[in-house]
């Protein structure tokens, strides 16, 4: 019996080696003349038959839309961003193409390795220097500093983390540490980072790069007692006086109409983009919530900025999102992507500073409670607390 139990396992086993079979590629984004994002894609061989993509961040998975077009060039679309990858196949073992970011009308050339290789390539023959899991880190120069917190787990050269700042995180990071220098990158579709820093005893630092163009330097000291600003309290209402039920939000669902708060015990606002990764961790928390709690009396509404330069463009952005991402509730169109607009629409707050912001408000349209950014999965304990203070939030609210 226990020998026909043994041969059966195997055969399961060897069964689902044939079934999927994964490859990885390494993918390099030529961002400018200098600067090189490495990432990888995961496709896995579905029965010999069926392609399936995905962008490999950490321990982040991101699935693509697969579609074939002519000779040897396939199409990789992000499902949520505006954003695709055209792939030429050079040789079954490379080939070349481009990143197009449709939101920015921007393309950005990239090639591609099959095989198991490091994110980073360094010919540095010194071990990795140890990289501590908690920093205090402060970004950019002089009057333009903000402060963050720096989370990473390192296995031998391997490294990933994230950063968190008052505004949110930088989702999921991978990347290498190379003798006494670090690198580390994340490609999501819209976000295209890359961090290098020099080791020294227990600091860091280092440069910091967001797409093409934008870099400003970044430094940390190890501190497991790393804090930022309360994301509670960064956003207060500074107008006790104001009305949120006179505000109009248009939309393709209701039309240009008044936000109703009575027949709910509590009402979530999204304010947010569909062009902000944040926002769409924060959509899928949310999508959790809704489900959960929906039928005990909780409404979420998202209102979306977006970056586009007519409504028109606006909203087919934000439908296109709205349907990607398979959101189960209302999505408004509320104006440009712009925190000096989004700010207008809230006269009654101190300001939007960041995307996305969450306002709960009670059947009076009372705000009671408003978070700024959102810390999202990749962000580990700080997530889970996130998660278990809204929750708690909701649940007391409903019972009122």
Request: glycine share 8%; hydrophobic share 35%.
């Amino acid at each position: 019996m226990v020998k026909k139990l043994l041969f059966l396992l195997f055969c399961i086993s060897i069964s689902h080696f044939v079934m999927s079979q994964i490859e990885t590629w390494r993918v390099e984004i030529a961002l400018n003349d200098r600067l090189i994002l490495p990432f990888f894609i995961e496709e896995e061989n579905i029965k010999n038959e069926v392609l399936r993509y995905s962008v490999k961040n950490g321990d982040e998975k991101i699935p693509l839309n697969f579609q074939a077009l002519k000779n040897d060039t396939i199409q990789l679309s992000f499902k949520e961003m505006s954003s695709h990858l055209k792939i030429i196949y050079t040789d079954s073992n490379h080939f070349l193409g481009f990143w197009i970011d449709e939101r920015k009308a921007s393309k950005y050339s990239i090639s591609g390795v099959r095989g198991a290789f490091k994110r980073f390539e360094s010919t540095a023959a010194t071990s990795s220097k140890k990289i501590h899991p908690s920093y205090e880190i402060v970004f950019g120069r002089d009057k333009g500093r903000w402060p963050a917190i720096g989370l990473f787990k390192q296995r031998g050269d391997e490294l990933t983390g994230t950063f968190l700042t008052e505004t949110g995180d930088y989702r999921y990071l991978e990347g290498n540490v190379f003798g006494d220098q670090l690198y580390l990158s994340c490609f999501d579709g819209a976000h295209a980072f890359v961090f290098t820093a020099k080791i020294f005893g227990d600091s860091l630092a280092g440069k910091f790069y967001s797409g093409s163009n934008y870099k400003t330097d970044w430094s940390g000291i190890k501190n497991d007692a790393a804090e930022i600003g309360d994301p509670n309290k960064l956003t207060y209402l500074a107008d006790t006086t104001y009305d949120l039920t006179e505000i109009k939000f248009k939309s393709r669902i209701v039309g240009n109409q008044k936000i109703k708060f009575q027949n709910h015990a509590l009402t979530i606002l999204q304010i947010m983009g569909s062009w902000c990764p944040n926002c769409l961790d924060e959509t899928n928390y949310f999508k959790a919530l809704h489900q959960k709690y929906e039928d005990k009396g909780l409404q979420i509404i998202a209102l979306g900025f977006e970056s586009q330069k007519t409504r028109r463009k606006r909203k087919k952005h934000l439908t296109r999102f709205k349907e990607r991402a398979n959101i189960p509730y209302p999505v408004y169109l509320a104006g440009n992507a712009s925190k000096k607009e989004a700010s207008k629409v809230f006269p009654m707050l101190n300001g939007i500073s960041s995307f996305p912001t969450t306002l709960f408000v009670n059947k009076k349209g009372d705000i009671i409670h408003i978070h700024t950014g959102f810390y999202g999965p990749g962000t580990g304990i700080y997530y889970d607390r996130y998660k278990k203070e809204t929750e708690t939030i909701i649940e007391q609210t409903l019972k009122e």
